[in-house]
């Protein structure tokens, strides 16, 4: 069973950067791809960015290419989102998923989710 944790995030003024963090607990980190999502009040939830099982390969979204980075180090459990340049329609709770072994991040096939760490970039 494998669990998440996010944080990391906090108030930012517009323009600034956090880097959110995604702790795992449990076997076979190394076995899962994980995915950044987010969701905005009173809008659905979205994907962000979805990174490979041994970290070469990282996809974004349109609107976070350019301005976050998402890194994995399988030896110390843990996911980071580098996020660049943020905008007030950054403002969302943010969310670390698992799927185990597949190259994928479609939202509904994720097995394992975090409780989430709040984004809030104010203008």
């Known amino acids: 069973q494998l669990q998440l944790v996010e944080s990391g995030g906090g108030l930012v003024q517009s323009g600034g950067s956090l880097r959110l963090s995604c702790a795992a607990s449990g076997f076979s980190f190394g076995a899962y791809t994980i995915g950044w999502f987010r969701q905005a009040p009173g809008k659905n939830r979205e994907e962000v960015a979805c990174?490979?099982?041994?970290?070469?390969?990282?996809t974004y979204e349109p609107f976070a290419r350019g301005r976050f980075t998402t890194s994995r180090d399988n030896a110390a459990n843990t996911v980071t989102l580098q996020m660049n340049s943020l905008k007030p329609e950054d403002t969302a709770l943010y969310y670390c998923?698992?799927?185990?072994?597949?190259?994928?991040?479609?939202?509904?096939?994720?097995?394992?989710w975090g409780k989430g760490t709040a984004v809030i970039v104010s203008s």
């Open positions: 990174i490979n099982r041994d970290g070469t390969i990282a």
């Open positions: 998923a698992a799927r185990l072994n597949v190259w994928s991040c479609a939202m509904e096939n994720m097995g394992y």
